[in-house]
């Protein structure tokens, strides 16, 4: 199991009991792996005390916060079992689903369990109607194996982990990738629970950025489209352009400002615009030639004893 941990302190101890109760209850062999994103609020060490009294609870450390889906890769790589189920650290998933989860894999026989929320009259209406705009977005963009109202809660078999890791993307977006891997899927509702304690780190900031690297990562079609808006708007620059000389020609002094005012900033807003677009997909190919790694695990510091031999 992986859990992606970033300053959760407040909910980590009720996470840890209601997750072991669940793992414990499954009977089968495991290991929960903790992936501390670089938290600044004691959750490292709640993890650490944890993980003195849960041997299956494996902590691994980011140097620095590398975001939710990074810290995601780097549970999976740490990963070492037939499956793998990734939960948020927030009780929002309800660990007890996983036995769900677990059953549903072995009953039908499929790679992939997604956790669908049937209900999440919890979230504000805001995350709701924001949510079923990108879900029916993404479906139009990247498919419709695209579960609606699936986040990142989900069993995942081993080839699927595999093939996942296998990708050298830099921003993954996993609730679009793992559909489009194609593997035998099927889903188990869940009413979605309020957050535990603490509070939400997706910010509309961080919304948005998910929002753009889920339609840039499968689709160019924006910059097509900014091609189209551009046509259009410059035919009709030069519609305009021909009028304004005519009706200058035929002794009609041209009556105002505003018209110019409105063209000017019509035509830079929508530079701007394909501007921006360009810069999106520069910057994903930009991150991805640089080849960074999306995060660093912390390793243990070579003993330097002080009666080593130090070479002059
Ligand atoms: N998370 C993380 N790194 C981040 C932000 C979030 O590891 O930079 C974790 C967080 O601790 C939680 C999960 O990702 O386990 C989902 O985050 P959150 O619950 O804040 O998102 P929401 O459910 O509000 O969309
Ligand atoms: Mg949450």
Not at 88 to 117: F, K, M, T
Not at 122 to 139: I, P, Q, S
Not at 258 to 284: H, I, K, N
Request: charged share 25%; with cysteine; glycine share 8%.
């Amino acid at each position: 199991m992986v859990v992606p941990v970033y300053n959760e302190r407040e909910v980590l101890p009720l996470f840890v009991e209601r997750t072991r109760r669940a793992l414990d209850g499954l009977g089968e062999a495991y290991e929960l792996i903790a992936v501390d994103d670089g938290s600044t609020d004691g959750s490292r060490e709640a993890l650490d005390a944890a993980a003195d009294v849960w041997p299956q609870l494996r902590v691994l450390r980011l140097r620095r916060n590398a975001g939710h889906q990074a810290a995601i890769t780097a549970g999976l790589a740490a990963s070492r079992g037939d499956a793998v189920v990734t939960i948020d650290a927030d009780l929002q998933d309800p660990p007890e689903l996983i036995a769900d989860l677990v059953a549903a894999a072995r009953r039908e026989q499929v790679d992939v369990v997604y956790a669908v929320r049937s209900r999440r009259d919890v979230d504000t209406a805001f995350k709701r109607g924001t949510a079923r705009l990108y879900y029916r977005l993404m479906r139009r963009i990247a498919g419709t194996d695209i579960q609606p109202d699936a986040g990142d809660f989900r069993l995942m078999t081993r080839p699927v982990v595999d093939d996942l890791l296998a990708l050298p993307e830099r921003h993954p977006v996993y609730r679009l990738l793992v559909p489009w891997l194609g593997y035998p899927s099927t889903t188990v509702a869940y009413e979605r629970e309020a957050r535990a304690a603490g509070r939400t780190h997706y910010p509309l900031g961080r919304m948005l950025r998910l929002g753009i690297d889920s339609v840039t990562s499968f689709t160019a079609s924006p910059l097509r489209y900014a091609t189209w808006l551009g046509l259009a708007v410059s035919s009709f620059s030069a519609l305009l352009a021909v009028w304004a000389v005519v009706a200058r020609l035929a002794g009609h002094v041209v009556p105002g400002w505003t018209s110019v005012l409105v063209a000017v900033l019509f035509l830079g807003s929508v530079q701007l615009l394909c501007v921006g677009l360009l810069g999106e997909y520069l910057g994903r190919l930009y991150a991805q030639s640089q080849g960074r790694p999306a995060f660093y695990v912390e390793r243990p510091r070579p003993g330097l004893a002080s009666d080593s031999p130090v070479e002059g």
